[in-house]
C-alpha cells in the first residue's frame, strides 16, 4: 500500500485508489502521516480537524478513525492502532512518498559530492517526479500547511539542483522551454534565473539571456528593493563579456543506464507535454498504435495519424503513447502545437513551424535559412539515420504537416487533427471516437473525487455523450461546487441549453471548441450540417437527408463525406450519418444562416 502527499492526499493498492470518504478522513490521514509511526494525541487531532471544535468532536474522531481503519485494512507491514492517549499509524517508510523523495535527494547529495553526477541526476529526477502538486494539496491545517511548506521548499531546491546537472551535462536548447515555465512561477529565486540565463546563452541567445536579467533585477527592484545576489551579477557578467567561465560544458562520461531518458545519450530533448496523470482507457486505441508502429520495416520513419472531432482526446491519446515510446526513440521527442483548430490564433505556417523544430533540435539562428523547402531539408537531413519522435498537434491539412514528416531513419511521427484528409500517404489512420461508457464513468469519478463517491453516473455520462472534454468540464463543476450532487449535475444536462450553459468553465467551452471545425467548413457544408443538426432526427440515409435540405441526391452525397471528412457526423452504415448529440447542440449555439446563404443551398439541388 502506497500513501502519497506530494499532492492531493491519496492512498492506492496495487496502484489502484483507495477510496477515502471526505475531507475529513483525508485531513485526519494526513496529521497520521505526518507523525507515521509515532502517537498522535487525540487533543491534536482534534485541534487539526476543527478551528472550533463541536462537543462531539472526540466521538467524530473515533468515527473516522474506524472508517479509516477499514478502507486501510489491506495493508500490509502496517495499521492504525489505538495507543492510550491516541493512535499511531505504523506504516513502512518507503510507503510513503514524501520519504522516497527526502531519501532520494539525499542520495543524490552524496553522489554529486563523490563525482558521480549522471547518478545524482538520475536519482534527482526520480525524486522530482514524485510529485503530483503541492505538496498535501487542499488540506488546510496549520500543522499540515507548515509541513507542506516545508516539502515545496524542499522540491524546489532539488528541481534547482536537477537543472544544474543537466546543463552540466551539456543540456542547453532542451532546458530553455522547462527553466522559461519554473522561473515564470517562481520568478524570485536566482538559482532558476541563473539556470534559465545560461541555457539561452549555450543555445546561442546571448541577448535573451541578458534580457532575463533585467527582467529579474527589474523585479527585485520593484517588489523588494533588491538587487540580484552576487551570483546572479557574476553570472550576467561573464555573458556579457562571453567570459570562458559561461561556455557550454560537455557531458561527462557516464554509462548508458546512468543517464536521464528524457534527455537522452545523445543529448537531445524530451519536449513532450505532460501526460495526464488521469488518463482513462483507450486500451483498444493504444494496443492498435502499438501494432501500427511496431509492424513496419526497419529504418523507414512511421507516421500515425489521430483523427476525430473537437475534445474527444487526440492530443491526450498522442502525448500518452508517446511518452510510453520514449525509450524506444532516444534522439528527441519533439512536440509542437500547429493551430490548426484554435480560437486564439491562426494556424501555424510550415515556414514557421520548422523554425521552432530546428530551434529546439539545437540549431543556431544562423544555420536556419528562410524558405520553407530549405528549412525543410534541413529539418529532414537533421532526422536522417535518427530514432526521434515527433508529434504534431492539432493539425489543419496535409499542407500543413508535409515539410515538417522526415525522410529516412527510424522517426516516429504521431499527427492528431479533426481533418481526416490531414492523413500523408503511407500513414496509418486512428479514427478516435467517445470512451466507452465505463471508461467514461472512471474519467468523471477521477476528476470529480469524493463528490460523486457512491452516485450512478450512467445518465450524466451518457448526457455528456461519453466525450472526454464534456466528461471533465462536468466533473470540474461537480467537484467545485460542494453543496451539488451527481442528480444536480444530470439535472444541468437534460436540455440542449442546459447542456450548452452548464458545460464551460472560466476557460474552457465546449460549444466554442466544436465550432471551430464547423467554421473550416465550405459554406455550403456548413449550411447543410447546421439543417441536418437542428431536425429532430439524429441519423439520415440520402433519401431523408435529401427531404430535410430540398438538396439532389449527389450533392447530399458529396455532403455527407465533407461531414464525415471533417469528424462532424458518423457513419454507422455506408451512406448513413449520425450527427452526436454535442454536435447537435453546438449547431443550436450558431447563428442562424444569411438569407442568401439558404437560397445558395437550395440552388445547389
Same mark, same amino acid.
Given at each position: 500500500?502506497?500513501?502519497?502527499?506530494?499532492?492531493?492526499?491519496?492512498?492506492?493498492?496495487?496502484?489502484?485508489?483507495?477510496?477515502?470518504?471526505?475531507?475529513?478522513?483525508?485531513?485526519?490521514?494526513?496529521?497520521?502521516?505526518?507523525?507515521?509511526?509515532?502517537?498522535?494525541?487525540?487533543?491534536?487531532?482534534?485541534?487539526?480537524?476543527?478551528?472550533?471544535?463541536?462537543?462531539?468532536?472526540?466521538?467524530?474522531?473515533?468515527?473516522?478513525?474506524?472508517?479509516?481503519?477499514?478502507?486501510?485494512?489491506?495493508?500490509?507491514?502496517?495499521?492504525?492502532?489505538?495507543?492510550?492517549?491516541?493512535?499511531?499509524?505504523?506504516?513502512?517508510?518507503?510507503?510513503?512518498?514524501?520519504?522516497?523523495?527526502?531519501?532520494?535527494?539525499?542520495?543524490?547529495?552524496?553522489?554529486?559530492?563523490?563525482?558521480?553526477?549522471?547518478?545524482?541526476?538520475?536519482?534527482?529526477?526520480?525524486?522530482?517526479?514524485?510529485?503530483?502538486?503541492?505538496?498535501?494539496?487542499?488540506?488546510?491545517?496549520?500543522?499540515?500547511?507548515?509541513?507542506?511548506?516545508?516539502?515545496?521548499?524542499?522540491?524546489?531546491?532539488?528541481?534547482?539542483?536537477?537543472?544544474?546537472?543537466?546543463?552540466?551535462?551539456?543540456?542547453?536548447?532542451?532546458?530553455?522551454?522547462?527553466?522559461?515555465?519554473?522561473?515564470?512561477?517562481?520568478?524570485?529565486?536566482?538559482?532558476?534565473?541563473?539556470?534559465?540565463?545560461?541555457?539561452?546563452?549555450?543555445?546561442?541567445?546571448?541577448?535573451?539571456?541578458?534580457?532575463?536579467?533585467?527582467?529579474?533585477?527589474?523585479?527585485?527592484?520593484?517588489?523588494?528593493?533588491?538587487?540580484?545576489?552576487?551570483?546572479?551579477?557574476?553570472?550576467?557578467?561573464?555573458?556579457?563579456?562571453?567570459?570562458?567561465?559561461?561556455?557550454?560544458?560537455?557531458?561527462?562520461?557516464?554509462?548508458?543506464?546512468?543517464?536521464?531518458?528524457?534527455?537522452?545519450?545523445?543529448?537531445?530533448?524530451?519536449?513532450?507535454?505532460?501526460?495526464?496523470?488521469?488518463?482513462?482507457?483507450?486500451?483498444?486505441?493504444?494496443?492498435?498504435?502499438?501494432?501500427?508502429?511496431?509492424?513496419?520495416?526497419?529504418?523507414?520513419?512511421?507516421?500515425?495519424?489521430?483523427?476525430?472531432?473537437?475534445?474527444?482526446?487526440?492530443?491526450?491519446?498522442?502525448?500518452?503513447?508517446?511518452?510510453?515510446?520514449?525509450?524506444?526513440?532516444?534522439?528527441?521527442?519533439?512536440?509542437?502545437?500547429?493551430?490548426?483548430?484554435?480560437?486564439?490564433?491562426?494556424?501555424?505556417?510550415?515556414?514557421?513551424?520548422?523554425?521552432?523544430?530546428?530551434?529546439?533540435?539545437?540549431?543556431?539562428?544562423?544555420?536556419?535559412?528562410?524558405?520553407?523547402?530549405?528549412?525543410?531539408?534541413?529539418?529532414?537531413?537533421?532526422?536522417?539515420?535518427?530514432?526521434?519522435?515527433?508529434?504534431?498537434?492539432?493539425?489543419?491539412?496535409?499542407?500543413?504537416?508535409?515539410?515538417?514528416?522526415?525522410?529516412?531513419?527510424?522517426?516516429?511521427?504521431?499527427?492528431?487533427?479533426?481533418?481526416?484528409?490531414?492523413?500523408?500517404?503511407?500513414?496509418?489512420?486512428?479514427?478516435?471516437?467517445?470512451?466507452?461508457?465505463?471508461?467514461?464513468?472512471?474519467?468523471?469519478?477521477?476528476?470529480?473525487?469524493?463528490?460523486?463517491?457512491?452516485?450512478?453516473?450512467?445518465?450524466?455520462?451518457?448526457?455528456?455523450?461519453?466525450? *472526454? =472534454?464534456? %466528461? $471533465?468540464?462536468? @466533473?470540474?463543476? +461537480?467537484?467545485?461546487?460542494?453543496?451539488?450532487? #451527481?442528480?444536480?449535475? !444530470? /439535472?444541468?444536462?437534460?436540455?440542449?441549453?442546459?447542456?450548452?450553459?452548464?458545460?464551460?468553465?472560466?476557460?474552457?467551452?465546449?460549444?466554442?471548441?466544436?465550432?471551430?471545425?464547423?467554421?473550416?467548413?465550405?459554406?455550403?457544408?456548413?449550411?447543410?450540417?447546421?439543417?441536418?443538426?437542428?431536425?429532430?432526427?439524429?441519423?439520415?440515409?440520402?433519401?431523408?437527408?435529401?427531404?430535410?435540405?430540398?438538396?439532389?441526391?449527389?450533392?447530399?452525397?458529396?455532403?455527407?463525406?465533407?461531414?464525415?471528412?471533417?469528424?462532424?457526423?458518423?457513419?454507422?452504415?455506408?451512406?448513413?450519418?449520425?450527427? *452526436? =448529440?454535442? %454536435? $447537435?447542440?453546438? @449547431?443550436?449555439? +450558431?447563428?442562424?444562416?444569411?438569407?442568401?446563404? #439558404?437560397?445558395?443551398? !437550395? /440552388?445547389?439541388?
Amino acid at each position: 500500500m502506497e500513501f502519497l502527499v506530494l499532492g492531493p492526499v491519496e492512498v492506492r493498492e496495487s496502484g489502484i485508489p483507495v477510496r477515502l470518504r471526505g475531507m475529513r478522513q483525508r485531513r485526519l490521514l494526513a496529521l497520521l502521516l505526518l507523525n507515521a509511526r509515532r502517537t498522535v494525541a487525540m487533543d491534536t487531532l482534534v485541534d487539526g480537524l476543527w478551528q472550533d471544535p463541536p462537543a462531539s468532536a472526540r466521538h467524530q474522531v473515533h468515527n473516522a478513525i474506524r472508517d479509516l481503519r477499514a478502507a486501510l485494512a489491506p495493508s500490509d507491514g502496517g495499521g492504525l492502532i489505538t495507543m492510550d492517549i491516541g493512535y499511531r499509524l505504523d506504516v513502512p517508510p518507503d510507503a510513503v512518498d514524501a520519504h522516497r523523495f527526502t531519501e532520494w535527494t539525499r542520495a543524490a547529495r552524496a553522489a554529486r559530492r563523490e563525482g558521480r553526477d549522471a547518478e545524482a541526476m538520475r536519482l534527482l529526477q526520480s525524486a522530482v517526479n514524485l510529485w503530483r502538486g503541492d505538496a498535501f494539496t487542499g488540506i488546510d491545517c496549520p500543522a499540515v500547511t507548515t509541513a507542506a511548506a516545508g516539502l515545496d521548499e524542499q522540491r524546489l531546491t532539488a528541481v534547482e539542483e536537477l537543472m544544474e546537472l543537466r546543463l552540466a551535462a551539456g543540456e542547453a536548447a532542451s532546458l530553455v522551454a522547462e527553466l522559461s515555465e519554473l522561473t515564470a512561477g517562481y520568478p524570485l529565486r536566482d538559482a532558476l534565473r541563473g539556470s534559465l540565463m545560461l541555457a539561452l546563452y549555450r543555445s546561442g541567445r546571448q541577448a535573451d539571456a541578458l534580457a532575463v536579467y533585467d527582467e529579474g533585477r527589474r523585479l527585485l527592484a520593484d517588489e523588494l528593493g533588491l538587487e540580484p545576489g552576487p551570483r546572479l551579477r557574476r553570472l550576467h557578467g561573464e555573458i556579457l563579456a562571453d567570459a570562458p567561465q559561461a561556455q557550454r560544458e560537455e557531458p561527462s562520461p557516464a554509462r548508458p543506464d546512468t543517464v536521464r531518458s528524457a534527455t537522452t545519450r545523445s543529448g537531445h530533448g524530451n519536449y513532450l507535454p505532460r501526460d495526464l496523470p488521469d488518463f482513462t482507457g483507450r486500451t483498444a486505441e493504444l494496443a492498435l498504435l502499438e501494432r501500427s508502429v511496431d509492424d513496419r520495416s526497419p529504418n523507414s520513419p512511421r507516421t500515425v495519424t489521430i483523427d476525430g472531432m473537437g475534445g474527444i482526446g487526440k492530443t491526450a491519446l498522442a502525448v500518452h503513447f508517446a511518452h510510453r515510446r520514449t525509450a524506444g526513440h532516444p534522439d528527441g521527442q519533439y512536440y509542437i502545437d500547429l493551430h490548426g483548430f484554435s480560437t486564439a490564433r491562426a494556424p501555424l505556417a510550415p515556414e514557421d513551424a520548422l523554425g521552432v523544430l530546428l530551434r529546439s533540435d539545437g540549431a543556431a539562428p544562423e544555420a536556419i535559412p528562410t524558405g520553407l523547402a530549405e528549412r525543410s531539408a534541413v529539418w529532414r537531413s537533421r532526422l536522417a539515420g535518427r530514432r526521434a519522435l515527433l508529434v504534431l498537434d492539432n493539425a489543419a491539412d496535409a499542407a500543413q504537416v508535409a515539410p515538417l514528416l522526415p525522410g529516412t531513419g527510424d522517426t516516429l511521427t504521431l499527427i492528431t487533427t479533426r481533418h481526416k484528409p490531414t492523413a500523408p500517404d503511407g500513414a496509418r489512420s486512428l479514427p478516435l471516437g467517445a470512451l466507452a461508457p465505463a471508461d467514461a464513468e472512471t474519467l468523471f469519478r477521477r476528476v470529480a473525487g469524493d463528490a460523486c463517491v457512491g452516485s450512478s453516473l450512467t445518465q450524466a455520462v451518457t448526457l455528456c455523450g461519453h466525450h *472526454p =472534454l464534456a %466528461l $471533465r468540464l462536468a @466533473a470540474t463543476r +461537480l467537484r467545485d461546487r460542494p453543496s451539488w450532487t #451527481v442528480p444536480d449535475v !444530470t /439535472a444541468r444536462l437534460l436540455t440542449t441549453a442546459g447542456r450548452a450553459a452548464f458545460l464551460r468553465t472560466a476557460d474552457r467551452d465546449l460549444m466554442s471548441v466544436l465550432a471551430l471545425s464547423h467554421d473550416r467548413l465550405p459554406p455550403d457544408a456548413r449550411q447543410f450540417h447546421r439543417t441536418l443538426a437542428r431536425h429532430p432526427a439524429t441519423t439520415y440515409d440520402v433519401p431523408q437527408a435529401c427531404a430535410a435540405t430540398g438538396l439532389a441526391p449527389s450533392a447530399v452525397e458529396r455532403l455527407f463525406d465533407t461531414l464525415l471528412d471533417h469528424n462532424l457526423a458518423h457513419e454507422p452504415s455506408p451512406a448513413r450519418i449520425t450527427i *452526436p =448529440l454535442l %454536435l $447537435r447542440d453546438c @449547431a443550436h449555439t +450558431l447563428t442562424p444562416p444569411a438569407p442568401d446563404a #439558404v437560397r445558395h443551398l !437550395t /440552388a445547389v439541388a
